[in-house]
């Protein structure tokens, strides 16, 4: 199972960037994928995860309407669109999969900890600023 980001970069508050994970391994639809992102000398923090298999998605309200959470129609690439972009949305993004019979029965969704998912990508710097 890997995971690999990209899609990071440099843009100007109020700009938007596109972030992708490609996955190899495993089936999407036997896991939940999820964004979370790391600020400068900050903790990790959860962003989205979709359930691609029922398509039930989630969002922080930190992010909410302004980012989207997607996969794409072969079901090998996640996608995070990234609209609005502000100055705190800057730290490193990582995709994460955890298998959907880990939490089953459970109401969770997405967290913040390494330990609640089974693999990680290494991450892709987003920077906003003016």
């Known amino acids: 199972v890997q995971l690999v980001e990209s899609g990071g970069g440099s843009v100007q508050p109020g700009g938007s960037l596109r972030l992708s994970c490609a996955a190899s391994g495993f089936t999407f639809d036997d896991y939940v994928l999820s964004w979370v992102r790391q600020a400068p000398e900050k903790g990790l923090e959860w962003v989205s995860s979709i359930y691609s298999y029922h398509g039930d998605i989630h969002y922080s309200d930190s992010v909410k309407g302004r980012f989207t959470i997607s996969v794409d129609d072969a079901k090998v690439t996640l996608f995070l669109q990234m609209d609005n972009l502000k100055p705190e949305d800057t730290a490193v993004y990582y995709c994460?999969?955890?298998?959907?019979?880990?939490?089953?029965?459970?109401?969770?969704?997405?967290?913040?900890?390494?330990?609640?998912?089974?693999?990680w990508g290494p991450g892709t710097q987003v920077t906003v600023s003016s």
């Open positions: 994460a999969a955890v298998h959907l019979g880990r939490y089953h029965g459970t109401s969770w969704y997405g967290g913040s900890r390494r330990d609640e998912y089974d693999t």
